[in-house]
């Protein structure tokens, strides 16, 4: 090439260049600046949704204890009657013939003029007179043609806890001697008889731990037998 050809430009025109350059750049440049999107500073105000959690309380309430029935007539048992053994021995009655009833003249507002009062069991106790003959045909109604000597004619709920004095639904001929004999449901009957009358337990709750198994409510209340 023949750089003598060229033509020379104008030093005037040389900063119309320039100067024309420069403004495309700065244009250039404020385009891109103002396509970048700008970055958000705002915190969000939104909160995590706060969670709730509820406790269920659960109340255990203890029964009170059922009632026995009361009676002041003496019934006829119905036979056939049968022991509930314990240890080997005929020591429970029948709770069909024998479930054991109250004297409707205890309560628990009553105890302080009848069963707390010294001698009053002596004031309701049957007489033998009558006694017997109800013990003779309790015995048979158990199957039992052995010597009478053998059993007490005995009050399921113990009269000095408020026990029917005269029903068959409260008296069964329970066996006389043995670990689990009448003499030994003695110790419990006092036992309940003192506790109900310190205000210790309920007449109510004693009335029916008798009724229900007397075994068990001596070993919880006397101390195990054997």
Not at 133 to 154: F, H, Q, V
Not at 162 to 172: D, I, M, R
Not at 197 to 216: D, K, P, V
Not at 219 to 225: A, C, D, F, M, R
Request: net charge negative.
């Amino acid at each position: 090439m023949d750089f003598r050809k060229i033509p020379t430009l104008s030093p005037w025109l040389i900063v119309a260049l320039v100067v024309m350059t420069g403004c495309s750049n700065a244009e250039t440049s404020a385009t891109s600046q103002s396509s970048v999107s700008p970055v958000s500073s705002t915190i969000p105000t939104s909160r995590p949704t706060a969670t709730t959690t509820t406790t269920t309380t659960t109340t255990t309430t203890t029964p009170a204890p059922q009632t026995l029935s009361s009676s002041t007539v003496f019934g006829t048992q119905q036979s056939p009657c049968s022991y509930g053994v314990f240890g080997g021995q005929a020591a429970l009655p029948d709770p069909r013939c024998t479930p054991g009833s109250t004297n409707p003249a205890v309560s628990q507002a009553t105890i302080n003029s009848t069963i707390c009062v010294s001698g009053y069991t002596a004031t309701i106790r049957p007489s033998e007179s009558v006694t017997y003959p109800e013990k003779l045909g309790s015995m048979a109604a158990y199957g039992r043609s052995d010597s009478t000597r053998n059993y007490e004619y005995d009050h399921l709920v113990s009269l000095e806890l408020g026990g029917a004095p005269n029903s068959a639904s409260n008296l069964w001929p329970e066996e006389l001697l043995g670990a689990y004999g009448a003499r030994v449901k003695d110790s419990l009957e006092n036992r309940l008889h003192a506790l109900v009358c310190a205000g210790s337990l309920s007449l109510a709750s004693a009335q029916y731990e008798e009724a229900t198994n007397w075994i068990a409510a001596y070993n919880k209340y006397v101390g195990p037998q054997g």
